[in-house]
């Protein structure tokens, strides 16, 4: 007796060019405060042989920038997550950093609220459908709870 083979439709291919977080430290504390959860963290989107990130200035021309991937100076390279996978080419990733250029200007920069961390967020949901990992973030998240915290306090008192 034979098996009969049933074909089963294969998954659609989610993008083919990767996308990848890339994360530096800035500090040399997070040696030691990377394996607790913790740390204080830059980080970039890589595609297309291009990182992409976002600083501040006092201007209002757009913060975001390019650089030479795991080459961010300033900082000191940790490691590379790839996040996920698009099928933007190349003109059409340059042409969406363009149009997120006019939310991120230098001067909008703010580090609990709106930071490399969730500029990158923004670029891998809107590239790939995924968020970046949780702990890169997680000091700002903790510093908005803090200041909420203490904005309660202050109200209530």
């Known amino acids: 007796m034979l098996c009969t ?3 089963m439709p294969r998954k659609k291919k989610v ?3 990767p996308v990848y977080l890339n994360v530096y430290d800035l500090t040399p504390i997070n040696g030691y405060a990377y394996w607790f959860g913790l740390g204080i ?3 970039g989107v890589q595609v297309h042989g291009v990182e992409y990130g976002f600083g501040a200035h006092e ?6 920038f390019e650089v030479e991937p795991r080459q961010c100076p300033g900082f000191t390279f940790r490691k590379s997550i790839l996040i996920g996978r698009t099928d933007l080419g190349p ?3 340059r042409s969406f950093m363009e149009k997120l250029a006019t939310d991120y200007s230098g001067n909008t920069y703010h580090l609990i609220t709106k930071n490399c961390n ?3 967020n923004d670029v891998c949901i809107q590239l790939t459908g995924k968020p970046i990992p949780s702990w890169v973030n ?3 998240r903790l510093g908005k709870k803090s200041t909420s915290i ?3 306090l202050n109200f209530t008192s």
């Open 118 to 120: 969730h500029f990158c």
């Open 5 to 7: 083979m049933v074909l």
């Open 41 to 43: 963290y830059h980080s």
């Open 15 to 17: 993008g083919s060019v």
């Open 150 to 152: 203490l904005l309660n």
């Open 138 to 140: 997680r000091l700002a």
């Open 59 to 64: 201007h209002s021309a757009t913060g975001i």
């Open 91 to 93: 003109k059409d990733v």
